[in-house]
């Protein structure tokens, strides 16, 4: 049984991409829309801004556009435009612009960004602006939040940002908790230092499961010298499988190349990013194909400042409810479909 299809969409100066629904909307694009036998609906709109990427919500009627290495973003429903969003300038031209959309642990529509302050997540119903961690005496830990991502139940929240030499780690906030008590958002979360005694750089991470995520470590050398006595560990390009609730690495292995962005397919796979979209299976560390047609970037944290031409992520979408990947590379959109029966099973 074939593990994927694929088809290519044409489609020329593609600016961001998101799905709704069957559908891919090139948000930043107007509100472009392309359909899989390759009709294209016009835009609708020209936002006279900077704008270069976009996310969206579970269903895609609600989406946020943003200048990745900016201040401003704009929050839409179905492309009309709710409200403008910021975020701190300091350090803003260095690193990804942090904002997520999810359905919360009660089920409400949220959204978690930084709007004033790089190392403080705020909380906010999305439909009516109103702040679910609004609070005067915080105090946030000093840490460049960026790439914020929820688990599928909605009860925790991802952020694969960096502190200051820099330093890319990834922290693991409780949301359950955090809508309780806002000062639950001012920690420094980070993963077990079992997962990573050496401070290798995370490079970013993404959920497998509402427990378990995979975390990417990028080339960079080990920042501690320390020799680890047996279990899985984090080394310069490696993949591991971790255990947020019990603070366990379950499995780790090495990779000829750092992984860069990685996004879940299922529990047992992932999409690394880096350079060419490869699929790799977590309970072996095998790398299953290459698209060494496609054009990935070269990301391997959230500072991209450095980054230009090819180097830098191009238009790119995952539909976890369907397990369907887009990418756009010059002239085209190609979709990748994952066969749902193939991806099943954990890895641990």
Known sequence: MAMFTQFGINATDVRS?????????????????????????PARVRYSYRFDAATASPDGRFAVIYERLGTKGLLLQDGR???????????????????????????????????????????????????LTAS???????????????????????????????????MCYDLAQALTDAHHLDGCHNLSSLLNPGLVE????????????????????????????????????????????????????????????????GKRYVLSLYRHPKLIDLSTGKVIHVWSELQSGLQDGSIISHLEGDAKPPPMAFNAMSNRFAIANRDSITVIEFNDAVLGGQAG
């Open 81 to 131: 435009i709710l409200r403008e969003l910021d975020r701190s300038f300091y350090y803003a031209g260095a690193y990804e612009y942090p904002v997520a959309l999810f359905n919360g642990p009660d089920g409400r529509l949220l959204l978690a960004h930084c709007p004033g302050n790089y190392c403080r997540i705020e909380l906010e119903e999305v439909e009516t602006g109103r702040s």
């Open 136 to 170: 005067t005496d915080r105090k946030p830990s000093d840490f460049f939040h960026s790439r914020l991502a929820a688990s599928p139940d909605g009860r925790r929240l991802l952020s694969a940002g960096w502190l200051w030499h820099p330093l890319n780690l990834v």
């Open 202 to 265: 995370e490079s970013s991470a993404c959920w497998l499961d509402d427990s378990r995520i995979a975390v990417a470590a990028s080339a960079e050398p080990e920042q501690n010298s320390v020799e680890v006595d047996g279990g899985p560990y984090l080394q310069p390009r490696s993949l591991a499988v971790y255990d947020v609730v019990n603070r366990i690495c379950l499995r780790a292995f090495q990779l000829d190349e750092p992984p860069g962005t990685i996004m879940a397919l």
């Open 17 to 41: 991409l998101c799905w709704r629904g069957d559908q891919l909307v090139d948000w930043v694009g107007g509100g472009r829309a392309f359909a899989a036998d390759g009709t294209e609906q």
